[in-house]
């Protein structure tokens, strides 16, 4: 078990003090974000009477006044921005090094991205924006994980919006044993033939021949289908203690279409979450729920990540050998 970082400790030491240092910029940085929303709100207000005014539609007004206070609410989060960055960054990065662990807000993606997009873990996007990476050991073995946010533009026209296809975290653990085969766990149906058949028997993945692997559990083979180019290693890993410990990570972050690749020595685990680790807040009251949530969130996901490195039970029926 990770041994878990106290928040009123935490709170006491350097990290309560720097936070303290920081409400002078956070009462000028609300106070900033107030005035652009009101003076967006005026000129909503403004704009919709002219409209009026000059012998437009209501409707036409309501519009143009709407887009006009939208803009400003978009400016005064975006004003914001800097120091919640700031502010998250303090917190966070408190609670990695009291783990051991590295932190940073901005993320340049590299592999660990690189090798869900091959091995088609991810969906098709237009735009990207990645935050909140932590990294280092964890229970002796490398950790690595980092939030992705993948947007697509769908429509065209007055209809043309930005739809989010993928929010979640990206998740790469060492294991304690390299694998020989390449496995891929992903949600059933992913691969069928002609989109509406049955699912294909064999399919190529981020350049690997594999089949498709019978599972132990029937509960498991509704939801998931396993691909390998090695059966017998394939059904060690898909043992059902290691498929309930990968539910677990789901569970714990109400998240969902967790996929996971067992490749070379690494596990890799794409799971939607939604926005992790907002730990930042102008309001210094927030602070420290804010950051208990954020130790919740993050110890919670490395526990668990340990718990995957555990050999599960095997037996030899397991592999459908007679014992």
């Not at 690749?261 to 979450?273: A, P, Q, R, S």
């Not at 992790?276 to 729920?289: K, P, Q």
């Amino acid at each position: 078990m990770i041994e878990r970082p106290d928040a009123d400790a935490l709170l006491a030491g350097p990290l309560g003090a720097w936070l303290e240092s920081q409400n002078a910029e956070r009462a000028a940085v609300k106070a900033k974000a107030a005035r652009i929303w009101q003076i967006g709100l005026g000129l909503a207000c403004a704009l919709a009477a002219a409209v009026i005014l000059f012998g437009g539609e209501f409707g036409t007004a309501l519009q143009f006044g709407f887009f006009v206070g939208v803009g400003g609410f978009g400016l005064a989060e975006l004003a914001k921005r800097p120091m919640l960055n700031k502010l998250k960054g303090g917190i966070n990065g408190a609670i990695a090094g009291a783990l051991g662990l590295e932190y940073a807000v901005d993320v340049e993606p590299g592999k660990v991205f690189a090798r869900a997009e091959q091995f088609e873990m991810l969906p098709s996007y237009d735009n990207s924006h990645f935050a909140d990476l932590w990294w280092g050991l964890v229970g002796g073995r490398p950790f690595a994980m980092h939030e992705a946010k993948l947007t697509e533009q769908r429509g065209s026209g007055k209809n043309r919006r930005t739809v989010t296809v993928f929010e979640g975290q990206i998740m790469s653990i060492g294991f304690n044993r390299r694998f020989g085969a390449t496995t891929l766990l992903e949600p059933d149906g992913q691969r069928r033939k002609f989109l509406i058949g049955s699912e294909k028997e064999q399919a190529t993945v981020g350049g690997v021949a594999m089949e498709r692997i019978d599972m132990v559990h029937p509960d498991f083979e509704n939801r998931f289908t396993l691909w390998s180019n090695d059966q017998v290693e394939a059904r060690y890993i898909a043992h059902p203690e290691y498929l309930e410990r990968l539910l677990a990570v789901e569970t714990a972050f109400a998240g969902e279409d967790i996929r996971a690749l067992f490749h070379e020595g690494d596990l890799l685990i794409v799971l939607k979450t939604g926005d992790l680790f907002e730990s930042g807040s102008l309001d210094a009251g927030n602070d420290r729920a804010l950051l208990e949530k954020a130790i919740e969130q993050f110890t919670a996901l490395a526990e668990l990540a340990m718990r995957l490195n555990e050999k599960p039970r095997l037996t030899m029926s397991d592999l459908g050998q007679p014992s």
